[in-house]
């Protein structure tokens, strides 16, 4: 069953959608704003956004704009207006689809089936990273592991080093479980990317990753 957030703040909006996709057999989850919405991304498995554009004081293009660069998850944007502007605002977060109120419930239906089968068809997800001046989209296939640097995390890619601005607690709520996992206070590791371990530490990518003590049981679990 996929899960789907409705970020919108008028309430019988949001009933009438949360009732169109129920029918569908879809899970929904639902948030009021800009605020409510990340909480829940932070802490459920979100696999497609519907999103508001008018949210009050974040508009649902800058929520579009987080999703993008933290999550990396797919979204689509509701919207009672159509001008140009918005529209190119809209598009240049590059969402899933967008649909204009009032809508069909066939025309909802088709654009979050449409929008989640090209997510799962298209490009990974990605951080977008620091390079010097430059802001640069990392595939998370490409990561083989983060070290917490202070204010920062070093992306370790395998002939790269990126900085990201994280903590390792805030990359972990936002990087998938199910392929990255902590090894150390200091350290998340891409399970793909490990070649050879023991108790101590792991190799990944021909680097030397340290195993805690605290973290050994959950790091044995995830690789067997």
């Known amino acids: 069953m996929k899960n789907i957030l409705i970020v919108e703040d008028d309430f019988l909006n949001r009933r009438l959608i949360k009732k169109v996709l129920q029918e569908e057999n879809y899970k929904v989850l639902e948030a009021m704003s800009a605020d409510e919405a990340l909480k829940v991304l932070k802490y459920e498995k979100v696999d497609l956004a519907i999103l508001d554009i008018h949210l ?39 969402p899933m689809g967008y649909l204009t109120k009032p809508f069909k419930s066939v025309d ?5 089936e449409l929008a989640l089968r ?29 070290e917490s640097d202070g204010n920062y995390l070093l992306v370790h890619c395998e002939h790269e080093v990126y900085r990201y601005r994280s903590t390792i607690k805030q990359a972990m709520d936002t990087l998938p479980s199910i392929q990255f996992i902590q090894t150390h206070r200091a350290f998340l590791v891409n399970k793909e990317k490990i070649s050879h371990f023991n108790s101590k530490q792991l190799m990944v990518d021909g680097k030397s990753v340290p195993v805690s003590k605290n973290f050994l049981a959950h790091v044995q679990e995830a690789l067997n």
Do not use: C
Request: aromatic share 8%; glycine share 6%; hydrophobic share 40%.
């Open 56 to 94: 009050g004081k974040t508009d649902g293009i800058s929520l579009g704009h987080l999703i993008k660069s933290q999550f990396a998850i797919p979204f689509l944007y509701l919207t009672a207006f159509e001008t140009q502007d918005i529209v190119r605002k809209a598009i240049a977060t590059t």
């Open 108 to 112: 909802l239906i088709n654009t979050v």
């Open 118 to 146: 090209n997510s799962e068809s298209g490009p990974s997800p990605f951080l977008i990273v620091k390079d010097e001046d430059l802001n640069v989209r990392v595939p998370l296939s490409r990561i083989s592991f983060l």
